[in-house]
């Protein structure tokens, strides 16, 4: 009975489900993408720091006791606005000085001259002599001399006199005041009073590799002044809303970090951003021509290089070394190893090995996940 029970078995037996002809297991299944190049923004994501557009100290250029600061430290002012003033009592009496010392020197002046014209008119008459003649000459001109001696002093004592009311040589937001009312400033050096920092426009400086400058220049050399424009990112993520430009480039590499200093300028119209934060940049310099956009997920690697699998004409796999330095949204920039048309696989990867035949179909993007069914009605 057990030996017609087996033979029974053995009859019903078939071929294994998913053999094909013959016994072989058929050709994997992959998705494939067909890479063809393009010209894609070069994008870098560097840290940068933001710096004040301007900065200008203020200080005191004539001595004197600060009497008052009329400026709100941390506002914003205007350029020739008032900051503080400076005691000018005695930069008033020099100014008084220096004013009556110039009437002199035009009185003494107005005396030479009409001795020096009545010398004139008796020269010819030899009524006077050459020697008088020289003198009252040689008397007018020490006279003229002193007059606009004592028009430049007093040229400068009311230039120190305008400055002890100190202002704002630019607009721009002025910081906390380094003196008090009552302090004695200007005594040989000129005492720092305060700063102010002009914040719209802003510089964001960050600095890239020699390796980074260089592709930096070939795709500036393809692209239009359009398509280079750098976004900042703040500390908590948001981005700001102005865009920037590039406005600087170093000359020089850094040889402590290899590193070229750049820079760009940004507009910062609602203040918010401040210098001496750090941002990060995101750089866009220009255009990358005949570039792949290939699926993170078909990049794979091993301590050789990067690498994807391609379906070649024989539908069987192949291995190509390629060099992918840079991800831009959910895709590898891939600048070297593709030929345009090459079929790369992206799914099924772990079903295709090299040299091994598949049977390739278009990749479609996984959907987003559908949303959670509503709660089932009661009852």
Known sequence: MLFLALTACGRGEGPQQGMGPGGAMP???????????????????????????RTADVRARVPGVVQRRVYEEGADVREGQVLFTIDPAELQAQ???????????EATYANARAAADRA?????SQFISRSDLDNALAAERSAAAAVQQARAALSSSSI??????VRAPISGRAGRAQVTEGALVGQGTATLLTTIDQIDPLYANFSISIAELDQLRRAQSEGEPGDRDVQVVLPDGTVHAERGSLDFEGSTVDPATGAVSMRARLANPDRRLLPGTFVTVRATLGLQRNVFLIPQ????????SAYVLVVGADN?????????????????????GLAPGDRVIVSGLQKAQPGAPVKASAWQPEAAPAKAAAPAAKG
Do not use: C, H, M
């Not at 100014?95 to 020197?105: D, N, V, W």
């Open 27 to 53: 050709p994997a299944e992959v998705g494939v993408i067909t890479a063809q190049p393009q010209a894609v923004p070069l994008s870098k994501e560097l840290v940068g720091r933001l710096a004040p557009f």
């Open 95 to 105: 100014t008084g000085a220096s004013r009556a010392a110039l009437a002199q020197a």
């Open 160 to 165: 120190s006199l305008g400055y002890s009311t």
């Open 120 to 124: 004139r008119r008796l020269a010819p």
């Open 297 to 304: 997920a078909a990049v794979q690697r091993d301590a050789q």
């Open 316 to 336: 069987k796999v192949v291995r190509k070394d390629i060099t992918a330095d840079r991800a831009q949204g959910p895709n590898w920039v891939v600048e070297k």
